[in-house]
């Protein structure tokens, strides 16, 4: 079965610089949304979207910001990038309407030097 | 207090032991309920959810719910040394489009064979 697709696996950054994560859903889920997962931490709800509007919002920095687009990928901006933020991050899919049971991507790891 | 706490490990079983994970939960509005499971580096994997309150099986995993309690577990049956992982549960509010998922930080489970 497909299961979400993230890219990069992989990301090396500078301080202060930017990066992009981009995520892909599975076929016909409507929902994404972006988790946080920092060393020996949960992961932490950063934000998600439904039929491509932003449905809630968590403790996403104002220096991230997001989007889904019309096939329903999303993609996650980080600006300024600061050391804090070497996490793993991961985007995770539901349907809406069925058991929105949330299916997770391989996640993308963020280190930031 | 955080809103999801679970029983601090590491938990260690020998192999074919029962393996038994707890978790309570502060918000009374919470709906959901689901057990993942995470190796290193790696992303959460569903292992069951839960919507009612009693048990509910799948293979060598039951997952019990009591809401009035503010309680649920996972129980590992016939523990595997595959099984050796961090387990994650999770919670959820539902209603609306507040879809999030609340995680605790973790039990890290060992089977010794």
């Not at chain 1, 610089?17 to 931490?41: F, N, S």
């Amino acid at each position: 079965a497909a299961g979400v697709i993230q890219s990069p696996r992989h990301l090396i950054k500078e301080k202060r610089e930017t990066a992009t994560l981009k995520c892909y859903p599975i076929p016909r889920h409507d929902t994404v949304y972006w988790y946080q997962q920092g060393p020996g931490q949960d992961p932490q709800f950063l934000i998600s979207f439904y039929e491509k509007m932003q449905s809630d919002k968590g403790s996403i920095p104002d220096r991230f910001s997001a989007q889904q687009f019309s096939d329903y990928h999303s993609e996650l901006n980080m600006s300024s990038l600061e050391l804090g933020d070497s996490a793993l991050y991961f985007c995770a899919s539901s349907q809406a309407g069925r058991t929105d049971t949330q299916y997770f991507g391989p996640g993308t790891r963020l280190t930031v030097l | 207090q955080k809103e999801v706490e679970q029983n601090s490990g590491p938990l260690s079983v020998p192999e074919g032991a029962i393996a038994s994970l707890n978790c309570t939960y502060s918000d009374r509005g919470s709906q959901s309920f689901f057990w993942y499971r995470q190796y290193s580096g790696k992303s959460p994997e569903l292992i069951m959810f839960i919507y009612s309150n009693g048990d509910k099986e799948d293979g060598r995993f039951t997952a019990q719910l009591n809401k009035a309690s503010q309680y649920v577990s996972l129980l590992i049956r016939d523990s595997q040394p595959s099984d050796s992982a961090t387990y994650l549960c999770a919670v959820r509010r539902g209603g609306g489009s507040n879809y999030k998922l609340t995680f605790g930080k973790g039990t890290l489970l060992t089977v010794n064979p």
